[in-house]
């Protein structure tokens, strides 16, 4: 089992920065891949950028130039750094992490709790 803790969300102006945080903890394998997602109601939760385990990133087309996605490696935490946020960004943001092991087939997955991102003025 992976335990994930996000943090970071909250009421910004369009234009301000956030950074979200997804701290795992539990039975973390060597081959990981951890994504970014957002929902707003009535939607399906759309990928935002992801991480790789050797460092590639990838992003929506909406979000790339502002969105930066990293990860420390040391804390088993990945971030997503959020700048010129627009209000079409608001969303409820989730952490997905897929783990496994060197030369498994076998991926488990975990989905954060989700944390609230507004942006308005």
């Known amino acids: 089992q992976v335990q994930l803790v996000e943090s970071g969300g909250g009421l910004v102006q369009p234009g301000g920065s956030l950074r979200l945080s997804c701290a795992a903890s539990g039975s973390i394998f060597s081959i990981n891949t951890v994504g970014w997602y957002r929902q707003t109601p009535g939607k399906e939760r759309d990928l935002v950028a992801h991480?790789?385990?050797?460092?590639?990133?990838n992003y929506t087309d909406s979000v790339k130039g502002r969105f930066t996605i990293s990860r420390d490696n040391t804390k088993n935490t990945v971030y997503l750094q959020m700048n010129s946020l627009k209000p079409e960004d608001t969303a409820v943001y989730y952490c997905?992490?897929?783990?496994?092991?060197?030369?498994?087939?076998?991926?488990?997955?975990?989905w954060g709790q989700g944390t609230q991102v507004t942006v308005s003025s």
């Open positions: 997905n992490w897929k783990t496994r092991r060197v030369g498994s087939v076998t991926s488990y997955m975990y």
């Open positions: 991480i790789i385990t050797d460092g590639t990133t």
